[in-house]
């Protein structure tokens, strides 16, 4: 009996230790803010209104691939709002090239707009997660659009697989290139 009450009270014990470390994050994983900067394409700054004070955390984009635009160090402000961008031609008006870059197209999508993050990685000094305007999906958008791939390193996602099959079976975006390919014609087949 002595043996039974002693094996007790070890497992009572040992289950108390294990209690004393276990870890239960708290931390609220959704965060409603205004988007205040762009520092890069797959990179927001986010000021909430916590407690009567200003707290900005910084956020990036998940599931996304940016390829090279992820280096590119975007102005704070745009030179000239998009609506402005155009260039005097001879007695014509031509659009300014240089202006299609990722930094111009999340500025003029998400700058000043209120959003709403749900924090899937609390990384240290930026958080990684989805991005909503609304109720659309940033992350997924820029998927659909066409204007980034999936980042297949950080998901498998079977549904994101196929927005970036539709946006490149439609040509849109980065998949115009692969019109008339024949290669990806035959992928685009049911």
């Not at 998400?110 to 991005?131: A, H, M, N, R, Y």
């Amino acid at each position: 009996m002595y043996k039974f009450l002693a094996l007790l009270s070890l497992f009572f014990i040992a289950s108390g230790i294990e209690a004393n470390n276990t870890f239960v994050d708290q931390r609220d994983v959704n965060i409603i803010g205004i988007v205040k900067e762009i520092s890069a394409p797959n990179i927001l700054k986010i000021e909430t209104l916590r407690d009567g004070q200003r707290q900005y955390f910084w956020v990036e984009l998940a599931q996304v691939d940016f390829g090279e635009d992820r280096d590119t160090k975007c102005r704070k402000e745009p030179i000239q709002s998009h609506h402005n961008r155009l260039e005097r031609g001879v007695n014509r008006l031509v659009f300014n090239k240089n202006d299609d870059n990722a930094c111009l197209r999340m500025h003029d999508w998400l700058d000043e707009k209120t959003v709403s993050i749900e924090v899937t990685e609390w990384s240290q000094p930026i958080l990684k997660g989805f991005v909503f305007l609304g109720s659309k999906n940033i992350n997924y958008d820029l998927i659909t659009k066409g204007w980034y791939p999936v980042d297949y390193r950080q998901t498998r996602d079977a549904s994101l697989a196929l927005l970036e099959k539709e946006a490149r079976c439609e040509r849109v975006g980065i998949w115009q290139s692969k019109k008339g390919n024949p290669v990806e014609d035959l992928k685009c087949q049911h």
